[in-house]
């Protein structure tokens, strides 16, 4: 070889050994980065893992807690609510009912090592050991879960254990005082999966280790000073991975530090024992990173030593190139051939690629098993008789891929003779997509008329210019009632009816003519075979079929769509009780029409009351009499409209004499209606407008009618016409009523509370919660300014139901200053009493602020009650079985009946402060409180005194047997903080 052939053999080689050794440099690069990423997202996730299985630990062992907090508190509750009766019922017994009472629950409950009654210094009153340090840890941050266990710290006991303190109030100035076994705590922790060295603990707050799933002796080691605990929270905190200060060990660390009870746990998974399979990983992983550089070097050396021969093969290689791009000139048409004695296929590189094939040569046998079981002995039979020279080889056959996919093969061949011997050679190409959009063709074809045949709406084509059906449907022979063959033998005419014809040729012309209106949809009328018309609406598309000018059209059935709308249209319009004109649809029609008219609001009060009391069938009899009257007068006057749920409107149009329609109107809402079995007398309020004096727009008109209906009503009157200082009333009421409801959105009112006292020794019996609405000024809007409004607009519920939930809220402050027994009583209104789920709002209120029944009481008027007395029973019955109390308030002063009053469940009877006054000294004002002493003690209730202002009059009530005073000599009404600070003041100078 000449040094000019050398050097570009030479750089041949070189050549492919720099690629070799940039590609396995690149290799070895990706392959350690591949790893690395995988042992890095390994360890990731297995750390992320542990943390989220020892979260788990904490949130579980969380839930088992509380169970066993819980379980706990019901028992110590129950002994305390025992305790409380026993001291109710028999006083002299009851510390020994009580102690025997504790001793059956210590049996009962192996958890508990003692239990003993003691005071709020911790004295014990009745047996057992007390605990100086009682005040210390009965604090509101060590209640467990808002309920009435208190947690205390830690005390060893004679044994050589540990034990919990804990206690529950039984009554005011008694606690029970319980000493709980750590084992409860030990069971919470035992038995989960932590591994080896991992742990579960439970510990108090102020670093003591009440269980320890690992060690349980660990409870009489301190945890390490100083504790440093994350605030508390709802959520399980990860905290990552630490060394144990205990033991040394490093772990995976979750903590639970809950804010609804004054301990915290603690879980950790071992960080060796979690990290064990990841560092086998690593081994691995460095093992394999090595071995491939063994194998890069072995290939580098191998390559080399290949190279020189690899220059030898370069014109084989540049003649496989250009055969290549021969076959990708042809158009990816692979070559073959069969040489030699016929047993043996060889193909090009191109068709190996084609079909996913492995090597470039088969077996003829291995090749035609590849061939799908159909076309194998038919392309057998013509590979033979191409060999034999009979025929030239030209056959599609189906061949079977490695991946198992199917392939539609176009091969053509011929025998070619040479020196050599025999040959037989050709072409093979992929026709598969070819065949597939035939059958695509086909198949959408075949839907198509799938399609057109079985929808299930009406469809026909037929010719433009004779009107002649050419195709139609199955849906619109069964809709038409025709066969197929009727059909093609008609036209569109026949399908309509005779007077329309002119139009559907008409809309033929415009077709023709290339108008659009005549595809345009219409509701028109179509006639089946039986002469039975219906509505239809036609869509149209213009199209050529078989060569002719002809449009396809749906026919869609409209008619009951139509009257359904009919009948909706009517409904809109009408009230569907009275088939009278709704208020709306009579504005519209007055609008519409123009002109003058005058409008009379009627107002019947007291047909609602006939459905109240003698049922809703009574009422419709009432209302349809009703409507008889004033449709019939609207009839001969102008027009009547139905606003349920008790006024009618009279619009007298143009032409009719308002003053004659006003009083036929007086005289038929006058007159007794007849009932099924009685007459009724219903009380007309009628207010008067008229356009365009008092409105140009119908709505102005008919409201300004019903704000003088209004006004008759709060003046007395039967018929009041609008004016403006009218409109200007309603309208500052309005005002208010929108700065009342966005008080109650912005939270600006508030409660302030008037103690109720014992008459005989002074001390707090309960507060009453009184509503103030404060301004930015420093004053108050008084009650008497809003009451009347939101209970006259409804706001009054929405009010009331603030008022209930801020007495809870203000009854759990109480509770948490240590005047739990101190019960709000709440001022409820009769469209309160008889319009809302007052129980629901009062229930849902205790419950809410894990009340005591009979934290919260009621007070209402007795005139409150004789709005309805039967409902009211009703309500008041099931307060009572609630635990509300219910108190009467202003009593003395309604009219209502002593029958009646002596079966309401009641508690208490408020005196007014009307008969208070100058009771001291004023005859008749003491003979009527004496008597209603006398009344409320022999019913068995409390009587409560108001307004007492100065102390003559508080000795007196002392000296008549009063039970309960309230008044500004008692003390006046005052925000929750200052009668908090007036409680203690008054506590500690008893």
């Given amino acids: 070889m000449t040094d000019a052939e050398s050097g570009p053999v030479s750089r041949g080689i070189a050549h492919p050994l720099r690629s070799v050794s940039v590609f396995g440099a690149v290799i070895a690069l990706l392959l350690a980065a591949m790893l690395a990423a995988m042992l890095w997202s390994d360890h990731a996730n297995r750390m992320q893992a542990a943390q989220r299985q020892s979260m788990a630990l904490a949130a579980g062992s969380d839930r088992l807690l509380r169970a066993e907090l819980s379980t706990m508190e019901r028992a110590l509750r129950g002994a305390a609510r025992d305790g409380r009766e026993y001291f109710r019922q028999t006083p002299e017994q009851a510390p020994a009912l009580l102690a025997a009472s504790i001793h059956g629950m210590l049996e009962r409950n192996p958890d508990l090592a003692t239990i003993a009654l003691v005071d709020n210094a911790g004295n014990p009153l009745s047996g057992g050991r007390g605990d100086p340090t009682l ?50 705590f030990q069971r919470v922790v035992s038995g989960l999966d932590t591994g080896r060295l991992g742990v579960v603990s439970i510990g108090s707050r102020d670093g003591h280790l009440l269980a320890h799933s690992l060690d349980p002796a660990a409870v009489e080691r301190p945890l390490p000073r100083p504790l440093r605990l994350p605030p508390a929270s709802e959520q399980t905190l990860a905290l990552g991975v630490a060394d144990s200060p205990m033991d040394g060990v490093r772990r995976i660390v979750a903590l639970s530090v809950p804010r609804d009870y004054p301990l915290f746990l603690f879980a950790a998974l071992s960080y ?120 030239a080889l030209d056959m599609t056959y189906r061949f079977v891929l490695p991946d ?68 139609v449907n199955r849906a619109a022979m069964e809709q038409y009632g025709y066969s197929r063959e009727e059909f093609l033998a008609m036209t569109i005419l026949d399908i309509r009816p005779e007077e329309e014809w002119s139009e559907v040729k008409q809309a033929r012309d415009d077709a023709l003519d290339g108008h659009g209106r005549a595809l345009a949809p219409r509701v028109r009328m179509h006639r089946r075979k039986d002469g039975s018309t219906f509505e239809v609406v036609g869509h149209m598309a213009q199209l050529e079929f078989d060569g002719r000018a002809a449009c396809l059209t749906l026919a869609e059935d409209v008619s009951q769509r139509l009257a359904y709308e009919r009948d909706l249209a009517y409904r809109a319009s009408h009230d569907p009780d009275t088939g009278l004109l709704t208020v709306r649809a009579l504005a519209e029609q007055l609008d519409a029409d123009g002109g003058g008219y005058t409008i009379l609001h009627i107002q019947l009060r007291g047909l609602r009351l006939v459905t109240d009391t003698l049922g809703r069938e009574a009422g419709e009899d009432v209302l349809q009499a009703m409507v008889g009257r004033l449709g019939a007068l609207g009839a001969r006057h102008g027009l009547t409209a139905w606003q349920p749920a008790e006024d009618f409107v009279v619009a007298v149009t143009a032409g009719h004499d308002p003053q004659a329609a006003l009083e036929a109107l007086l005289e038929a809402a006058s007159e007794p209606v007849r009932g099924r079995d009685s007459f009724h007398q219903l009380e007309p309020r009628i207010g008067v407008a008229s356009c365009p004096d008092d409105g140009e727009r119908a709505d102005q008109v008919l409201g300004r009618a019903a704000q003088a209906a209004h006004a008759a009503r709060e003046q ?51 507060l009453e919660a009184l509503l103030r609405w404060p301004q930015p000024d420093g004053g108050f809007i008084p009650p008497s300014d809003f009451i009347q409004l939101c209970e006259d607009t409804g706001l009054i519920i929405v009010l009331g139901r603030w008022v209930i939930q801020a007495a809870a809220r203000a009854q759990r402050e109480l509770a948490a200053h240590g005047w739990a027994g101190l019960p709000i009583a709440v001022n409820v209104s009769a469209v309160q009493l008889f319009n809302s789920d007052l129980l629901g709002e009062f229930v849902a209120a205790t419950e809410a602020n894990g009340l005591a029944p ?85 019913m068995g209730l409390v009587v409560i005194a108001e307004g007492v202002e100065n102390q003559a009059q508080l000795d007196w009530l002392v000296a008549h047997g009063c039970d309960q005073v309230q008044g500004y000599l008692l003390g006046q009404p005052m925000p929750l903080a200052e009668v908090i600070a007036l409680l203690a003041l008054s506590c500690d100078g008893a």
């Fill in 135 to 184: 005040p210390q840890w009965i604090l509101p941050q060590n209640r467990v879960m808002d309920g009435d266990l208190y947690v205390g710290g830690l005390e060893a006991t004679a044994e050589g254990g540990r034990v919990l303190l804990a206690a529950v109030p039984m009554q005011p100035d008694q606690w029970l005082l319980a000493r709980i076994r750590l084992a409860v």
């Fill in 272 to 391: 060796d024992e979690v990290m064990a399979p990841w560092r086998t990983y690593l081994y691995v992983a460095i093992g394999l990173f090595l071995l491939y550089l063994a194998g890069f070097a072995y290939l580098f050396h191998s390559v080399r030593g290949n190279a020189r021969r690899q220059a030898r093969l370069t014109d084989e290689l540049r003649a496989g190139a250009a055969e290549l791009a021969l076959a990708h000139k042809v158009g990816k048409v692979g070559t073959w051939s069969i040489e030699g004695d016929g047993a043996w296929v060889h193909w090009s590189d191109i068709t190996r690629q084609m079909f996913g094939l492995e090597l470039r040569g088969a077996s003829l046998e291995a090749f035609l098993g590849q061939v799908c079981d159909e076309d194998r002995e038919l392309l057998r039979e013509e590979l033979a008789r191409a060999w034999n020279g009979e025929e």
């Fill in 404 to 471: 198992g996919g199917l392939r539609w093969l176009s091969v053509r061949g011929e025998r070619v003779d040479s020196q050599r011997g025999r040959r037989l050679a050709g072409a093979v190409v992929d026709v598969s997509e070819h065949l597939r959009n035939q059958e695509r063709a086909q198949e959408a074809e075949r839907q198509f008329r799938l399609l057109f045949d079985r929808n299930p709406a009406p469809f026909w084509i037929f010719d433009v210019d004779t009107l002649q059906f050419l195709e």
């Fill in 716 to 766: 007395g009157v039967v018929v009041s016409r609008f004016d403006c200082r009218m409109a200007a009333r309603h309208a500052e009421r309005l005002q208010l009523a929108g700065r009342i409801r966005r008080a109650i959105d912005r939270d600006e009112f508030e409660l302030h509370f008037q103690p109720i006292r014992h008459a005989a020794d002074g001390t707090p019996a309960l």
């Fill in 854 to 938: 009979g934290a919260l009481q009621m007070e209402l008027t007795e005139s409150c009650l004789m709005h309805n007395p039967a409902q009211a029973m009703q309500v008041l019955k099931s307060l009572n079985a609630r635990g509300i109390a219910v108190s009467l308030d202003d009593f003395g002063t309604g009219f209502s009946s002593m029958s009646y009053l002596q079966h309401l469940p009641l508690d208490s009877l408020k005196i007014d402060r009307c008969f208070v006054t100058d009771v001291e000294r004023n005859p008749r004002n003491a003979a009527i409180c004496r008597a209603l002493l006398s009344l409320g003690h022999s």
